[in-house]
């Protein structure tokens, strides 16, 4: 059973480009969150997606958005990238429709965002 | 809004010894996460505490949770070198359908032989 995958592992911009980040949530589970993690310190909620829509949101600015696909995958896209915006990204999964475990959330590996 | 707050922040230890690490949070939650995070890594799900009174324990490591004083423990007992870690508690604010997750700060873990 594959967990939480996420990709690309690394990745390295210049301020003001664009990225694209994509999760695949652990099988079974329908809801994916997003986090922002900078260098020591907590992980920060970005926003969460169900049923291909943003649920909730973060104290994020609107170059932070995301999607959600039909088989439950997401995509984070940040725009016109700035320094503070180098982080640690991870991308959680969960399932709102279960009634037997609707408490897991398990995380991804993440991926390492450097913007020069 | 909901608050979370670990302490202590940084923790330096010898193997052998037991310590307590303590997580606060200021409006009611009916569960507490607990993660390890290794350095570069991503989270590593150790406890989910589920209601007043829950003790969940996994090899050196227990955890429990008080909701009427919003305050979680994570006792390491006879520590040993792979244990060092940053650990985080995280909770989720009582809303219904939310699964957010409001993160404390995280406490460094540092075990010395």
């Known amino acids: 059973d594959a967990g939480v995958t996420q990709s690309p592992t690394h990745l390295i911009k210049t301020r003001g480009q664009q990225v694209t980040l994509r999760c695949s949530p652990k099988?079974?589970?329908?809801?994916v969150s997003w986090y922002q993690q900078a260098l020591g310190q907590g992980p920060q909620f970005i926003f969460q997606?169900?049923?291909?829509?943003?649920?909730q949101r973060g104290n994020f600015p609107d170059r932070f958005s995301g999607h959600q696909f039909p088989n439950y995958s997401s995509e984070l896209n940040v725009n016109a990238l700035l320094l503070g915006d180098s982080a640690l990204y991870l991308c959680?999964?969960?399932?709102?429709?279960?009634?037997?475990?609707?408490?897991?959330?398990?995380f991804g590996p993440g991926t390492r965002l450097t913007v020069t | 809004e909901l608050k979370v707050e670990q302490n202590p922040l940084f923790l330096s230890m010898q193997e052998g010894k037991n310590y307590t690490i303590y997580c606060n949070y200021s409006?009611?939650?009916?569960?507490l996460y607990w993660y390890r995070q290794d350095p570069g890594k991503s989270l590593e799900s150790l406890f989910v505490?589920?209601?007043?009174?829950a003790v969940k324990q996994e090899g050196r490591l227990m955890a429990s949770l008080d909701t009427k004083a919003r305050l979680s423990t994570l006792h390491i007992t006879a520590a040993v070198h792979d244990l060092s870690a940053t650990y985080f508690c995280?909770?989720?604010?009582?809303?219904?359908?939310?699964?957010?997750?409001?993160f404390g700060q995280g406490t460094r873990l540092t075990i010395n032989p």
């Open positions: 959680a999964s969960s399932s709102t429709g279960s009634t037997v475990r609707p408490y897991e959330q398990y």
């Open positions: 099988s079974g589970h329908d809801t």
């Open positions: 997606y169900y049923e291909e829509e943003e649920r």
């Open positions: 409006t009611t939650s009916d569960r």
């Open positions: 505490l589920l209601s007043n009174g």
């Open positions: 995280a909770v989720p604010p009582r809303t219904q359908g939310a699964q957010k997750l409001v």
